[in-house]
């Protein structure tokens, strides 16, 4: 007779990114049954490296299975929808959808195919649509995408509706609550991942929602609903900023990069490409494309071949990617070379915002430094400049020329920087807070470690500043200010400090 059921539930610890298994309530009852008379399930699932990530879905509990023996090969096959592999095959996503009570069997064959294939693209989600459709949920989308303004020509940008990838992150929520105040029309769509925080991406989304922007839970990779989306919309714009961000977690997790910023761009470029009418596309490159180039300060024109990390090396891709949908296919494309973007409602795994939390919580601060004790330095950009330099581009973007999947002529091509071309050192950003947040930091200088950071960044922003008048108005001091209200007043003095 195995042990009871719960006594293998084990709190997760540390970063369970993309590591989570759904349960539905049938398929419980059936592994907790399995448990209760100890009959085998008869069936033969792969070892899942002797570590399940369990989400129960009565209580919204995580916890983790440990050694998962033949006893509880159950639980792996109560499963029934593999979301994706982005770590290796054992530790294989799983998600599964409630609404389809599926026989084992057929779990198992899902299961199994997908651990054969090793995807990087998740065969789960083309099976079952997970938290979309539906009559409601059409209704939802299509109101969310009307256009509200009157006036016809803005910037040559006329009337959008415009699909934002990303939309409950950083810099999609923010551009998506500002094209709404202006009257286009928005739709979102977010897969709502762990890879920081997932409440911080609900409280955007109730944000968003509060002034009318509707945004999707799903995965730019389900191919399935990005046409279905297209079909209850006809998207004139997709502002595409859905990606695996941070430099530095790309040698923890390489294959959510190539996950997210190149099979989930192709899915979502093969979409477009075959809309009608086919989109104009803006999305997000990455000032880290310049890698170590030295040449300052850093144009469009500058050799992006030496990239530092996997982050980069994905932006160029993506670089590549987006110019032969372009050479093919007609579509318009901007990419936009973002640096170091902070501000209000923003990551908490960038620098400026985990700094702030320890600082707050009387904890050390690690500081990099670069060769030969020389400071790093970011040319730091503030959110609401670059909330502008993704309007102007949308605005002035042009047509995509294809046609039921041809192309009929050249479409632009654009890449653009957008920074704030005055870089600051880290240790100046650690001063401007201290002053901010009136406490001192406890600072751990050590050298940089081999970890895919560049040594500084410094943008030339002429392209876009002749393109579309892109004027960065905010320096570090001023904005840092206004992030440090926003945290304060989202989090409290007391953020992550436990409560005695
Ligand atoms: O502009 C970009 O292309 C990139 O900007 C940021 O990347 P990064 O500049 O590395 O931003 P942070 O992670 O906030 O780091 C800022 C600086 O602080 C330093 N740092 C970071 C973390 C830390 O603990 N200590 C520390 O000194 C880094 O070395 C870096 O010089 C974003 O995280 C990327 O997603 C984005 O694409």
Wanted: aromatic share 10%; net charge positive; charged share 20%.
């Amino acid at each position: 007779m195995p042990a009871p059921w719960p006594h293998h539930w084990l709190p997760t610890e540390g970063n369970h990114n993309q590591r989570l298994t759904f349960l539905s309530r049938c398929e419980i009852s059936a592994v907790e049954s399995h448990h209760r008379t100890g009959k085998p399930l008869n069936l033969n699932f792969p070892n899942n490296n002797n570590m399940l990530h369990v989400f129960h879905e009565n209580t919204r509990d995580i916890k983790t299975c440990h050694k998962l023996g033949d006893a509880h090969q159950g639980i792996g096959l109560a499963v029934y929808s593999v979301r994706r592999t982005l770590r290796p095959l054992q530790e294989s996503v799983i998600r599964v959808k409630r609404r389809y009570p599926l026989p084992l069997s057929t779990i198992y064959s899902i299961v199994s195919t997908s651990y054969e294939t090793r995807s990087f693209v998740d065969s789960g989600s083309r099976y079952f649509s997970a938290s979309w459709g539906g009559i409601q949920w059409e209704k939802q989308v299509r109101h969310s995408a009307q256009i509200s303004r009157s006036d016809d020509i803005r910037n040559g940008g006329g009337k959008m509706s415009v699909l934002v990838t990303g939309a409950a992150g950083f810099v999609g929520s923010h551009v998506s609550l500002a094209l709404k105040k202006r009257g286009d029309g928005v739709v979102g769509i977010d897969n709502f991942n762990n890879y920081y925080d997932p409440t911080l991406k609900k409280s955007r989304k109730n944000l968003l929602s509060k002034n009318g922007i509707f945004i999707v839970e799903g995965d730019i990779n389900d191919a399935k609903l990005l046409a279905k989306l297209f079909d209850i919309v006809a998207f004139t714009h997709v502002m595409h900023l859905a990606a695996q961000a941070g430099v530095r977690y790309a040698m923890e997790n390489p294959n959510s990069y190539i996950h997210s910023n190149i099979a989930g761009l192709v899915t979502l470029l093969e979409t477009c490409k075959s809309a009608n009418p086919q989109p104009s596309i803006v999305w997000a490159s990455s000032s880290s494309v310049y890698g170590l180039n030295e040449k300052v300060p850093f144009s469009e024109s500058d050799r992006t071949d030496q990239p530092a990390s996997l982050y980069a090396a994905t932006k160029k891709a993506g670089e590549e990617i987006t110019h032969t949908y372009n050479h093919i296919y007609g579509l318009s494309i901007t990419g936009l070379r973002f640096f170091t973007v902070y501000g209000p409602w923003g990551r908490p795994d960038m620098a400026y915002f985990s700094f702030t939390r320890n600082i707050l919580q009387g904890k050390p601060i690690t500081v990099y430094r670069g060769k030969n004790l020389v400071d790093l330095a970011r040319d730091f950009t503030y959110i609401d400049d670059i909330v502008k330099g993704c309007l102007g581009s949308l605005d002035t973007s042009g047509k995509s020329t294809g046609s039921g999947g041809k192309k009929t002529g050249p479409a632009p091509y654009r890449i653009f920087n957008l920074g704030n071309t005055s870089p600051v050192t880290v240790p100046t950003l650690v001063s401007i807070l201290e002053r901010h947040l009136k406490m001192k930091a406890k600072k751990n200088i050590i050298d940089m470690p081999g970890n895919g950071d560049v040594p500084f960044t410094h943008a030339n922003i002429s392209s876009a500043t002749d393109e579309f008048d892109y004027k960065p108005t905010t320096d570090l001091q001023t904005g840092l200010k206004k992030f440090v209200r926003w945290y304060l007043s989202y989090y409290g003095y007391n953020h992550g400090k436990p409560i005695n």
